[in-house]
């Protein structure tokens, strides 16, 4: 038996609005929106020397290399995305190889760009070569615990072959006369490049910054799991050819009475600062806060790569979404990807909140500025069998 009910005339008008809005690429309304929080509970501590003594040392042991010396020694092959992404004004893509698609033990969490490194000029060019940086975090075994991370640099330059090179991030540890490194143990689930600088989020702490003009070079023929220095001048790093060592730390601090979660973080370079937002569930989560996620704009010293020794944060946000894996800020425009809801938010504050369909598995996302082109959000997708990397023109999810 079926029973049809009637509906009013308004409802049924609401209803088709809605379901059309819900198409790929068409903005639907977010009933919520943000709100505004004090900015200036929210503090940055800023280091950039911690490790300059043993960085010294490691570098007269190891000897340096370029990003272009890595590039010209790259030994991954991109390839083309196969998977139908359905995604509204999407512009380009590549997968990884297929190892590296299907690892169960290595994710795709960050994403910037030499873009976010050096702008527009000369083509968006770091040390000749227009790049993508994707951070990964490493478990101990299929279904272990967090054991490492690292960070894939990626040819995105017609004059280059379509290759990809993997890079270990390490901590500087023992002494100067016996200079030593580990593992970095963290999710490593947003990551932005500025001038020489990556900063990679560090969830309970705020960020790690390591330095792209100081690549170490290593040694390779170990096991796999050898790490660190095997004699005076023989260091292995998991058979990586290249770590990049940690140069300081970003440590947060707030007057909240609730810590920040480093999730995610992103570039503006029309702002320049970094935002970052928490990944939180609304309840149930045991390994994620249950709570409302916020998210904080820092700035840079002024004219600067660098933060100041102390920064306040400029902004602050409370969101009304939840499971944030990705944030991006430009020109007083907010987007935040939600893999709880397969959902892109895109929200300003004079225009209030839309969102977009997205894809399932969504990371982190950069915004790539062009002068000749449209102007892009690159983002990711973690899923094993799925390691899409991609890129939509940001005009289509712009309210």
């Given at each position: 038996m079926s029973i049809r009910v009637r509906l009013p005339r308004a409802t049924v008008a609401l209803t088709l609005t809605v379901s059309a809005a819900l198409v790929a690429g068409s903005p639907a309304f977010a009933a919520s929106a943000p709100t505004s929080l004090p900015a200036g509970q929210f503090t940055l501590s800023a280091n950039y020397t911690k490790f300059d003594a043993l960085n010294t040392a490691l570098a007269g042991k190891l000897g340096t290399a370029s990003v272009s010396d890595v590039m010209d020694n790259a030994n991954h092959d991109r390839q083309g995305i196969t998977d139908s992404l359905n995604l509204a004004g999407y512009s380009t893509g590549f997968q990884f190889d297929d190892t590296d698609v299907n690892d169960c033990a290595n994710f795709p969490q960050g994403i910037t760009t030499s873009r976010d490194a050096v702008g527009t000029a000369n083509s968006g060019n770091y040390d000749g070569h227009q790049l993508i940086l994707v951070s990964w975090y490493t478990k101990d075994g299929c279904g272990g615990g967090t054991s490492r991370s690292r960070i894939t640099l990626v040819d995105w330059d017609a004059t280059y072959p379509n290759k990809y090179r993997k890079i270990l991030l390490v901590e500087p540890t023992g002494t100067t006369a016996a200079p030593n490194f580990k593992d970095v143990l963290i999710h490593a689930g947003g990551v932005s490049w500025y001038g020489d600088y990556l900063y990679v989020a560090d969830t309970g702490h705020g960020m790690r910054v390591f330095n792209m003009a100081k690549i170490l070079k290593t040694n390779t023929g170990g096991t796999a799991d050898q790490i660190g220095r095997q004699s005076d001048t023989?260091?292995?790093?998991?058979?990586?050819?290249?770590?990049?060592?940690?140069?300081?730390?970003?440590?947060?601090?707030?007057?909240?009475?609730?810590?920040?979660?480093?999730?995610?973080?992103?570039?503006?370079?029309?702002?320049?600062?970094?935002?970052?937002?928490?990944?939180?569930?609304?309840?149930?989560?045991?390994?994620?806060?249950?709570?409302?996620?916020?998210?904080?704009?820092?700035?840079?010293?002024?004219?600067?790569?660098?933060?100041?020794?102390?920064?306040?944060?400029?902004?602050?946000?409370?969101?009304?979404?939840?499971?944030?894996?990705?944030?991006?800020?430009?020109?007083?425009?907010?987007?935040?990807?939600?893999?709880?809801?397969?959902?892109?938010?895109?929200?300003?504050?004079?225009?209030?909140?839309?969102?977009?369909?997205?894809?399932?598995?969504?990371?982190?996302?950069?915004?790539?500025?062009?002068?000749?082109?449209?102007?892009?959000?690159?983002?990711?997708?973690?899923?094993?069998?799925?390691?899409?990397?991609?890129?939509?023109?940001?005009?289509?999810?712009?309210?």
């Open positions: 023989t260091y292995y790093a998991h058979n990586y050819a290249y770590v990049l060592p940690q140069v300081g730390t970003i440590t947060a601090a707030t007057t909240s009475g609730t810590s920040l979660a480093w999730s995610s973080i992103s570039l503006d370079r029309a702002d320049p600062s970094i935002v970052m937002a928490e990944y939180t569930c609304s309840s149930g989560c045991t390994a994620y806060p249950n709570r409302a996620p916020r998210a904080v704009r820092f700035p840079f010293a002024p004219g600067l790569t660098t933060f100041a020794g102390s920064t306040t944060a400029s902004e602050a946000l409370q969101l009304p979404w939840y499971k944030l894996n990705g944030v991006a800020s430009h020109n007083d425009r907010w987007w935040f990807n939600s893999s709880g809801d397969k959902k892109l938010y895109y929200w300003t504050p004079a225009a209030g909140p839309s969102s977009y369909s997205w894809v399932s598995g969504g990371e982190s996302i950069s915004y790539w500025e062009d002068t000749t082109n449209p102007d892009l959000l690159w983002s990711l997708q973690e899923p094993v069998g799925h390691r899409n990397v991609f890129a939509v023109e940001q005009a289509s999810y712009d309210g």
